[in-house]
């Protein structure tokens, strides 16, 4: 028997610990203000320690077959979510953690980026998950602010579904990296019949046209 992928694991992690959400009666709405029937609860993730030292491990073995980790710096995770995967990987790869703010707190230094980032310092940052990519540009634009380089980003779940979210990212100088997508999560989903088929035939629909989807489905 053939192992199974790191993709198909973490879907079925994803869906073993009851973090995919589907509604088409009463879509989602995403942080960029657009209809979903599905959403990934990626902070669910942290509660389950065997699934996340699992998935911990995958993100830890893929980062280092992809990227020069020897040149990082340092692991910098994007607030709020961010900031318990980029704990994860820190100590699993043996990199300093900063974290990012979304914007400087407004009180005592001021800061946007906690922890201690010297100029010229390699960061990769990470997410849980990633739609559009537009928040990746914010983080990864204040470490560069602060003086750190930044050229790689590495999220536990990407859409998948945007065909723009890349380029977005390369645009921006940043690679994407990550472990699952919405498709292979329906895959896995079908495979397990864990929602009805009625319920997945509208996920796939929205994932062929998800800006299509949103507009017809918006309030």
Known sequence: MSAVSPAR???DILLDIGAVHINAGQPFT?????ASPVYIDGRKLIAYLNERRAVTDMAAQ??????DLDNVDYIAGGETAGIAYAAFLSEALSKPMLYVRKKPKGFGRGAQIEGDLRKGAKVLLVEDLTTDGGSKIVF?????DAGGVVADVFSVFFYG???QSEKILADAGLRLHYLATWADVLAAARGRQLFA???????EEYLKDPDGWSL???A
């Open 161 to 163: 579904i945007y065909p």
């Open 9 to 11: 694991a973490t879907a």
């Open 140 to 144: 990864a634009d204040a470490l560069r």
């Open 197 to 203: 088929g009625a319920a997945l035939d509208t996920v």
């Open 216 to 218: 017809a489905h918006s």
């Open 30 to 34: 995403l942080t960029s203000g657009k």
């Open 62 to 67: 893929l980062l280092t077959q992809i990227c």
